[in-house]
């Protein structure tokens, strides 16, 4: 599994366990955690859970409470954000229409305490088509400036963001073929 897959299963799972947690509320840790996990079909152990969830707990989204064997956690304000960002950012989709020759790169450097926002985005940019080119810049065959717009928004990221629109990638016969395009 490479490094993208990873940092895209972690937020799938931070999603999955800030949902559940979001849905029923105050939840028992040592019933939940593990078994909603194996519902949506990842395979972890029950400390490998008890870690997201404290990672979870240390970046904000849920506050733990309660003695150990009956801890309860619930949805922070921060956790509740990121939940409906999360949602939002999965009804995005790009319309595809002929192809006009021309690349669409993003490139960002964002910093580390945006960690969480970065691995969103990476994860989002993924889930709409785009293909990486490099660990920061991502590239998509077709106009997608509004989407980008929206997506600068969202972050607030600003000027850590650049798209750009190129006329030419060298050695593009893998991105064509990935996307379906007219070999050269």
Request: a positive charge.
């Amino acid at each position: 599994m490479g490094v993208i897959e990873k940092r895209v299963r972690k937020t799938r799972i931070k999603k999955i366990l800030l949902e559940t947690v979001g849905a029923v509320g105050g939840l028992a840790l040592a019933m939940a955690a593990p078994n909603m996990l194996k519902l949506f079909r990842y395979k972890t152990s029950n400390s490998s859970a008890y870690q997201s969830i404290r990672r979870l707990a240390e970046s904000g989204f849920i506050v733990i409470s309660g003695e150990q064997g009956m801890r309860t956690c619930a949805l922070t304000k921060k956790g509740d954000l990121y939940i409906k960002r999360i949602r939002e950012l999965e009804k995005f989709s790009i319309p595809r229409r002929r192809w006009d020759g021309k690349w669409r790169i993003l490139s960002f450097d964002i910093s580390e305490k945006n960690r969480n926002n970065r691995n969103l985005l990476r994860g989002t940019l993924s889930k709409v088509g785009f293909v990486r080119l490099h660990h920061s810049a991502w590239v998509y065959p077709h106009n997608c400036e509004d989407f980008i717009q929206l997506l600068k928004l969202d972050f607030k990221f600003g000027r850590n963001v650049l798209y750009i629109v190129a006329e030419e990638i060298e050695n593009d016969y893998w991105l064509r073929k990935h996307f379906g395009l007219p070999l050269r």
